[in-house]
């Protein structure tokens, strides 16, 4: 017992090093950026938002004949806290890379303590490393984006969910703790709100032996049951606290709309060949007949989303054509921190640093995927040769323009693992990052930025390598 309390101490006092080394590195980059790199792209908007609400003029747009309407295009989450940054501190540069900083670090933390919970501290000090050097995470703290944010709040509320078979919070109140943090994640991206679900039942799957002994009896057969209801209390949390937005929505927008009023617009980008699998402007592709006549926010969006169906239901092949090149721009694409700096100011990040920087993150993310792979094929068991033959086709093409397809065979070799999967808490977490974040993208559009709310799921799954993956006995409560 002496030995595993100095070792957790040990990993302690690693990770504690390792995220203020990250912090101090982020923090220096704030600085120096602040002055050098504006808002830009999407960040514009959200900088532009932020000082509207700090100025008490609520989540509102100010259009250039001087008419002033309620707004919701994009969500509420970032820039609202940028915009209560702003009320505080004034309207600089300085506050939103600062609260990047605080959430890159925050990723190096939480992609330490998941990893920790299942391999050395040696395996957990070197996947928190390399997340506090990585260049798309350091580099993306002076955007005004909402990707670190959201990562930040996911990857933490996976770091509770695998700590709850041990954490005082108990199984309950970490099942709030994850339901609040993916709320507040959703505010920022709605599509955060898938991780609700799968996290609650994660935290059945890590605690059943306990559970077995109080509240649930969790055979292996019926383990479906307290999955499912521990996935639908942190829904519902996570969705209880978007509610009192959705509600001013209804009252300000003329519909409801859950967080954001950009889904329609996004489908219907993402019907268009036009775009080639990226975003792309909607008039580029043209305004719909029918839409040209609704200018209300929620209700265009609306309108644009229901011509998207038509068109999906209409060509539906045509629709299912557009998705390798979608996923070809999320996980092939690289270089979203580079586009920023040199977008904002190319006079301080030319392009001959863009490229640089491009080819550093190329090079990091596919030896990424490559030890995960390597996770996958050590697990032994049912279908082994199965996953290693889909391994080697997955790994083959990381070496080539295809590391989406690569991303499609990973999350396939995850599920090939079967049953065992139940013990595999890093692989399940990486299966389902990376899985879910194509299926939004393959239905929408593609980008490189999209990518990064699940990198730090796969940093963490490349501590399997060095270790079992299994959940510790004592973990399980069996001791």
């Given amino acids: 017992m002496a030995g595993d309390k100095h070792g957790a101490n040990g990993k302690l006092r690693d990770g504690v090093l390792i995220a203020t080394v990250a912090l101090l590195l982020r923090v220096a980059l704030a600085f120096w950026a602040a002055s050098r790199f504006p808002p830009t792209g999407d960040g514009q908007y959200y900088h532009i938002v932020a000082g509207r609400i700090a100025q008490g003029l609520g989540y509102t747009w100010l259009w250039p004949d001087g008419a002033v309407t309620y707004a919701a295009h994009y969500p509420i989450g970032y820039p609202g806290i940028v915009g209560g940054l702003y009320a505080l501190f004034g309207v600089t540069a300085l506050g939103p890379m600062l609260l990047n900083a605080v959430a890159g670090t925050s990723i190096v933390w939480s992609v330490h303590r998941i990893a920790s919970r299942f391999a050395s501290r040696q395996a957990a000090a070197a996947v928190a490393a390399i997340a506090a050097l990585h260049p798309t995470f350091l580099f993306y703290t002076p955007a005004l984006m909402t990707e670190l944010v959201s990562a930040a709040l996911c990857s933490a509320a996976a770091a509770i969910a695998v700590a709850v078979p041990r954490s005082r919070l108990g199984f309950w109140g970490g099942l709030g703790v994850i339901g609040t943090l993916i709320g507040v994640a959703t505010l920022v991206r709605p599509q955060q709100l898938l991780f609700a679900p799968f996290l609650g039942g994660l935290c059945v799957v890590l605690s059943r032996k306990q559970l077995s002994e109080s509240v649930v009896v969790p055979e292996r057969g019926k383990l479906w049951v307290p999955v499912v209801l521990a996935a639908v209390v942190a829904t519902s949390i996570s969705v209880g606290i978007c509610l009192p937005w959705t509600y001013r929505n209804c009252e300000k927008m003329g519909r409801c709309v859950f967080v954001s009023a950009n889904a329609g617009w996004n489908l219907l980008i993402g019907t268009s060949p036009k775009g080639q699998g990226a975003w792309t402007s909607i008039d580029s592709i043209g305004v719909p007949m029918a839409c040209r006549t609704v200018f209300a926010e929620a209700a265009k969006d609306a309108c644009f989303g229901r011509v998207a169906v038509q068109t999906i239901t209409t ?83 990381l070496f080539y323009t295809y590391a989406w397809l690569s991303v499609l065979l990973l999350c396939a070799g995850v599920l090939l693992v079967g049953r065992r999967l139940l013990d595999e808490p890093l692989l399940l977490l990486l299966g389902f990052a990376y899985g879910s974040t194509a299926m939004v993208h393959a239905v929408f559009f593609g980008g490189a930025r999209y990518a990064i709310v699940a990198m730090p799921f796969l940093l963490a799954s490349m501590a399997r390598v060095w270790s079992t993956g299994r959940v510790p006995s004592e973990q399980m409560g069996a001791a």
């Fill in 315 to 397: 060509a539906p092949v045509d629709w299912v054509r557009l998705m390798p090149a979608k996923l070809k721009k999320t996980f092939d694409d690289v270089g979203a921190p580079g586009w920023y700096l040199n977008t904002s100011n190319w006079h301080h990040f030319d392009d001959r640093a863009k490229v640089a920087l491009g080819a550093a993150e190329v090079v990091v993310q596919r030896l990424s995927m490559l030890v995960a792979w390597f996770g996958v094929m050590r697990v032994r068991g049912a279908r082994r040769s199965l996953r290693l033959s889909v391994a080697a086709i997955g790994i083959g093409c």
